[in-house]
């Protein structure tokens, strides 16, 4: 596996796609988590992640230009809650060929509002009772699910169900089973269990998104990861507990 570096991103090819949109292409690095994506200065549409060992769609620096995201043949179980904060016009998202298991696990991604296709084609998920219902119930903004229009018909039945007894029951018992997360929320434990305190978590994520080079991304996300801060990242700490960042 291949720790996906500010180096790697700088290096990956960029092209202009068909679409004309411009795009990152990082298939094929084994790469088994998606991190220091503020190297990228939010300068792509497209990002290609296929064939990786992702495992979990989260780690998202804010990217207000990203429209579309390539996860094929990954390993993804899980999806990160809160994404709209991260990728708010995310309007594309492939997931074919991954090992997303319940129908709750797709619910983080109700909050997506401009999401209009959505593959999950050869997820376990696919084999479940209602699946198709479920999704076009649970994200209405979708127009195409695994390659195929949503027709009206489909959006009516699938709202006659989940709104009947019966349906409501079936959302109970997929509710249950939901498997949610924090995005970045197994750096963010380590960096607590090392002794930085949510405050000190947040202005370092936030320098992370202002970096101006790809050194400071590096710097700033191994500082996060080890919990060890140098002297001079904070100008000062408050009587009571602020901190500022010293971005000099």
Do not use: W
């Amino acid at each position: 596996m291949v720790k996906l570096t500010a180096e790697i991103i700088q290096n990956s090819m960029q092209y202009i796609n068909p679409v004309k949109d411009r795009e990152l292409d990082l298939r094929g690095y084994r790469i088994p988590e998606i991190e220091n994506l503020g190297a990228t200065g939010d300068q792509y549409d497209t990002i290609d992640f296929s064939d990786n060992d992702i495992r979990k769609l989260d780690g998202f620096p804010f990217l207000q230009r990203l429209k579309c995201l390539l996860l094929n043949n990954n390993r993804i179980v899980r999806i990160g809650e809160h994404l709209e904060e991260y990728i708010p016009n995310l309007e594309s998202l492939i997931l074919t060929g991954n090992q997303i298991e319940d129908l709750g696990d797709i619910d983080p991604l109700v909050t997506l509002e401009q999401l209009s296709t959505l593959s999950l084609m050869f997820n376990p998920i696919t084999s479940k009772q209602h699946y198709r219902s479920y999704v076009i119930y649970k994200l209405p903004q979708l127009k195409l699910l695994d390659f195929r229009k949503i027709k009206l018909k489909e959006r009516e039945e699938a709202k006659a169900l989940f709104k009947s007894k019966k349906g409501k029951d079936i959302q109970k018992e997929i509710a249950k089973k939901a498997k949610t997360f924090v995005p970045g929320g197994s750096v963010n434990n380590v960096a607590r269990n090392k002794g930085l305190n949510d405050e000190e978590i947040k202005m370092i994520r936030e320098a992370i998104n202002k970096a101006s080079s790809l050194q400071e991304v590096e710097r700033l996300q191994k500082i996060l990861q080890s919990g060890q801060i140098p002297g001079n990242i904070f100008d000062s700490r408050n009587q009571n507990g602020g901190t500022s960042m010293d971005y000099e």
